[in-house]
C-alpha cells in the first residue's frame, strides 16, 4: 500500500484535488461565540487518531504530515507529539509555511506516493517543493491579523505607517512586511515584478487564494498570465476559514513553487 499524506485544512487543497491524490486534509477548528471568531489547532488525540487510521490503510510504508507552521498554530508541535506513538512510521514535515505553499508540498509527495516511492522519498519531494516556494499575504487591512497575534508588534507598526494595502510574505514560518504600497492595483504590480525577478524568465506555479475578493484574485490572475511565462500553471482556490479568520474579507494568498534549476516545478 502507498504512503499516506495527511496535512491540514490550512493548506487550502480544492477538495477533488485532494480526493484525487488521496491527501487526507483534516479541518482546523473555527468557533464562533458571542458573535465573535476564533480558532483553533489539531490535538495530539486528534491527530494520533488520524494517523492511526491512515497508518491502518496504508499498512508498513507510513504517513507523511505537512500542517500549518510552528510560528502560527499548536498543530505542528501537538504533531510532533502524536507522531512520538508510530516508532518512526510517521513523519511531520516542519513546513515553516501556510496556505498552497504546504499543498504544493503535499501534492508533490503523493503524487510520488501514488507512484510507490517510500516514506523518505516522499519526505524528500516535500521539503525540496517548501524549499523553492513562497508565500505572499496582500491584506485588505491588517486589522484581523494584528488582533489574532500572528503580525509583531514592529511588523503591524511599519505596516500602518508605511502603506495602506500592504504585502506581507512568511518568512521562516513568520509574517513579516515584503512590501508597502498605496493602492490594490500596485501591490498587485509590485507583486508580480517580484515573482518575475525571482522566476527570471522560467515557468512557475502559482496559487491564488482568496476571501471575499474573487474578482481581485482574478484581476491579479489576468497580470501574472500577462507577465510570467506562459508555462506556468495556475490555482485559484478559496482561503480556508481558519486562516480567512486571521487576514480578514478581501486578503489574498498566493503561493510560488519555483522551477528546479533547468526544469519545470515538479507540483
Known amino acids: 500500500m502507498p504512503v499516506r499524506i495527511v496535512t491540514d485544512s490550512s493548506a487550502g487543497l480544492p477538495k477533488d484535488l485532494a480526493e484525487d491524490l488521496e491527501i487526507t486534509v483534516l479541518p482546523l477548528h473555527v468557533m464562533s461565540r458571542g458573535g465573535a471568531t476564533s480558532t483553533a489547532g489539531l490535538t495530539a488525540l486528534e491527530l494520533t487518531a488520524a494517523y492511526a487510521r491512515q497508518l491502518e490503510r496504508g499498512g508498513d510504508d507510513g504517513v507523511l504530515a505537512l500542517h500549518l507552521s510552528k510560528e502560527l498554530s499548536s498543530t505542528w508541535t501537538n504533531a510532533v507529539t502524536a507522531a512520538g506513538v508510530f516508532d518512526g512510521t510517521v513523519h511531520v514535515v516542519d513546513t515553516n509555511s501556510a496556505g498552497m505553499a504546504i499543498g504544493a508540498a503535499a501534492?508533490?509527495?503523493?503524487?510520488?506516493?501514488?507512484?510507490?516511492?517510500d516514506l523518505e522519498?516522499?519526505?524528500?519531494?516535500?521539503?525540496?517543493?517548501?524549499?523553492?516556494?513562497?508565500?505572499?499575504?496582500?491584506?485588505?487591512?491588517?486589522?484581523?491579523?494584528?488582533?489574532?497575534?500572528?503580525?509583531?508588534?514592529?511588523?503591524?507598526?511599519?505596516?500602518?505607517?508605511l502603506?495602506?494595502?500592504?504585502?506581507?510574505?512568511?518568512?521562516?514560518?513568520?509574517?513579516?512586511?515584503?512590501?508597502?504600497?498605496?493602492?490594490?492595483?500596485?501591490?498587485?504590480?509590485?507583486?508580480?515584478?517580484?515573482?518575475?525577478?525571482?522566476?527570471?524568465?522560467?515557468?512557475?506555479?502559482?496559487?491564488?487564494?482568496?476571501?471575499?475578493?474573487?474578482?481581485?484574485?482574478?484581476?491579479?490572475?489576468?497580470?501574472?498570465?500577462?507577465?510570467?511565462?506562459?508555462?506556468?500553471?495556475?490555482?485559484?482556490?478559496?482561503?480556508?476559514?481558519?486562516?480567512?479568520?486571521?487576514?480578514?474579507?478581501?486578503?489574498?494568498?498566493?503561493?510560488?513553487?519555483?522551477?528546479?534549476?533547468?526544469?519545470?516545478?515538479?507540483?
Open 121 to 161: 522519498t516522499c519526505y524528500q519531494a516535500a521539503i525540496d517543493t517548501l524549499e523553492r516556494s513562497e508565500l505572499y499575504l496582500y491584506l485588505h487591512r491588517i486589522d484581523d491579523l494584528r488582533k489574532s497575534g500572528r503580525l509583531s508588534p514592529a511588523t503591524a507598526l511599519m505596516s500602518s505607517a
Open 163 to 267: 502603506a495602506t494595502r500592504p504585502i506581507m510574505m512568511l518568512r521562516e514560518g513568520k509574517v513579516e512586511l515584503a512590501a508597502k504600497t498605496r493602492t490594490q492595483t500596485k501591490a498587485f504590480i509590485k507583486l508580480v515584478e517580484m515573482i518575475a525577478e525571482h522566476a527570471g524568465g522560467k515557468p512557475v506555479f502559482v496559487a491564488i487564494q482568496q476571501t471575499e475578493a474573487r474578482e481581485a484574485a482574478n484581476g491579479l490572475l489576468r497580470t501574472m498570465q500577462a507577465v510570467l511565462d506562459e508555462g506556468s500553471t495556475y490555482l485559484m482556490t478559496d482561503l480556508d476559514d481558519a486562516i480567512g479568520t486571521h487576514v480578514g474579507p478581501g486578503a489574498l494568498a498566493v503561493a510560488v513553487v519555483y522551477p528546479q534549476d533547468e526544469d519545470h516545478p515538479q507540483v
Open 107 to 117: 501534492m508533490a509527495a503523493a503524487k510520488l506516493a501514488k507512484e510507490g516511492e
